[in-house]
Nanobody
Framework: QVQLVESGGGSVQAGGSLRLSCAASGYIYRGYCMGWFRQAPGKEREGVAA???????TYADSVKGRFTISKDNAKNTLYLQMNSLKPEDTAMYYCAADQLLLCYGGSWLSSRPDFGYWGQGTQVTVSS
C-alpha cells in the first residue's frame, strides 16, 4: 500500500515562492511516474508537472519557467519548487504516483492521466 503525504503549502503574496514536498511510504518502485496536480474551486483538476523514472520532466504551459519538479529517491520524496507565484496558482495541490507506461508530454499531462495513488492535498493561496 502506497501512501503519499503532501506538505509545504501556505499563503504567499504574488511573486513569492513555496516548496511543496510529497513523502511516499509503503512500496514505491523507483520506476514509478510521479506528478503534481492542482484543483481550484469550481475548476477541474489539472496537471502541473510530472517526472518519470529517469528524471525526465514535463510541465504545464502555465507553469513553465516558474515551477520545478524533482525527486529524491533515497528519501522517497517528491518536490515542487514554485517561484514567481501568481494569484491564478491558488489551488489545492496534490501529488500522485503510479507505474504508468507513459509519463511524459504536455498532451499526456493535460489528459488527466489515471494515477492510482494520491495524497490528501496541500493548499496554496497566492494573494495579489
Amino acid at each position: 500500500q502506497v501512501q503519499l503525504v503532501e506538505s509545504g503549502g501556505g499563503s504567499v503574496q504574488a511573486g513569492g515562492s513555496l516548496r511543496l514536498s510529497c513523502a511516499a511510504s509503503g512500496y514505491i518502485y523507483r520506476g514509478y511516474c510521479m506528478g503534481w496536480f492542482r484543483q481550484a474551486p469550481g475548476k477541474e483538476r489539472e496537471g502541473v508537472a510530472a517526472i518519470d523514472r529517469d528524471g525526465i520532466t514535463t510541465y504545464a504551459d502555465s507553469v513553465k519557467g516558474r515551477f520545478t519538479i524533482s525527486k529524491d529517491n533515497a528519501k522517497n520524496t517528491l518536490y515542487l519548487q514554485m517561484n514567481s507565484l501568481k494569484p491564478e496558482d491558488t489551488a489545492m495541490y496534490y501529488c500522485a504516483a503510479d507505474q504508468l507506461l507513459l509519463c511524459y508530454g504536455g498532451s499526456w499531462l493535460s489528459s488527466r492521466p489515471d494515477f492510482g495513488y494520491w495524497g490528501q492535498g496541500t493548499q496554496v493561496t497566492v494573494s495579489s
